[in-house]
């Protein structure tokens, strides 16, 4: 009887120690070197899961991971995708970030001003997105810089930026100056993406605008050399010299030399900053501007102001 009931302490004694021994290994946390950026596949098995982890040096051993998993039911909460693991961790915390759902955001940008078919090679080239893409016009999506998760497809990107663009479109023109000769959503999407390829200073935006809502209310010819380049290339590529005077002649309504207010379409992706700036272009008596040499340009009222601008600027280029 003293035997079983020594026996009964003992195994008692020794599931204390084990029970205190896994707690230890289960919440002592160790330092990582450096972040850990780890996958977790769809119908990875719990085994391959922790030897990833053993791998990686984020537990002293996968059978760990695995037992407090079981104990725990873990496994069957575990979410697939890529998850960034930094700092001070325990196998619990661990465990507590493959079951959050937290999982790590890729980013993709679409800077402001490319075409349809730079932003499509820009999703192509990402090698962490999936699934291909259905083409899309200049003008339908947003430039920024979009979050995504490892493996989701390309088209769900440019949904999103299609749809971005429509909110950001429909806010400035519910938002415009009322005096603005634009006749709907489309031809101030139209004229942002020229403003767009006009300037890259973000505060002369409002500026160039002006220009061309006053060249627009006088019934004037635009003449905007994107707009050109865009009738020769469409886009596609890059014009790769400087544009010549049989270039302005070249019969089309994107060239905006020949022909009289808009060009049918946008001719980029116009960012909201050049959006909202058609919306709200600067009041301004300017009909005129030509590049300043310093990275900005100089804006005239008269022809002969124009005149004097161009030729200082051709000073400075030579």
């Not at 719990?46 to 053993?54: G, N, P, S």
């Not at 006088?218 to 050399?225: C, P, R, V």
């Not at 886009?235 to 010299?241: D, I, M, Q």
Request: charged share 25%; glycine share 6%; with cysteine.
């Amino acid at each position: 009887m003293k035997k079983l009931l020594f026996l009964f302490i003992l195994g008692l004694g020794t599931a204390a120690f084990l029970c205190f021994y896994a707690a230890k290994i289960v919440h002592t946390k160790h330092t990582l070197n450096e972040p850990v950026l780890l996958q977790v596949k769809g119908g990875e098995s719990l085994k391959d899961i922790a030897l990833d982890l053993e791998n990686n040096k984020l537990v002293s051993k996968a059978f760990y991971f695995i037992l407090y998993s079981k104990i725990k039911k873990i496994y069957p909460k575990v979410k697939a995708g890529e998850y960034l693991i930094e700092g001070d961790v325990s196998i619990k915390d661990i465990a507590d970030i493959l079951t959050g759902g937290k999982v790590y955001l890729r980013k993709i940008t679409f800077p402001e001003g490319r075409t349809a078919v730079e932003a499509v090679n820009t999703l192509l080239d990402n090698e962490f997105l999936e699934d291909d893409v259905e083409p899309f016009e200049d003008g339908e999506i947003l430039p920024e810089t979009y979050t995504f998760s490892r493996g989701d497809s390309r088209q769900s990107i440019v949904n999103k930026a299609k749809k971005d663009l429509q909110n950001v479109l429909e806010q400035a023109w519910n938002e415009r100056d009322v005096d603005l000769p634009l006749k709907n959503k489309q031809e101030l999407l139209i004229l942002a993406s020229i403003v767009e390829k006009e300037t890259g200073v973000a505060e002369e935006r409002p500026q160039v605008a002006s220009v061309f809502v006053n060249r627009l209310k006088k019934g004037m010819l635009l003449q905007t050399d994107p707009t050109v380049i865009y009738a020769i290339t469409r886009g596609k590529t890059e014009l790769g010299r400087a544009l010549t005077r049989k270039d302005l002649e070249i019969d089309s309504p994107y060239n905006t030399y020949k022909y009289t207010g808009l060009p049918p379409s946008p001719i980029c992706n116009p960012g909201k900053a050049a959006i909202m700036a058609v919306a709200h272009p600067d009041k301004t008596p300017y009909l005129y501007f030509v590049a300043s040499g310093t990275g900005g340009h100089n804006f005239a009222r008269t022809l002969n102001e124009h005149n004097a601008n161009v030729k200082k600027w051709r000073s400075l280029s030579k």
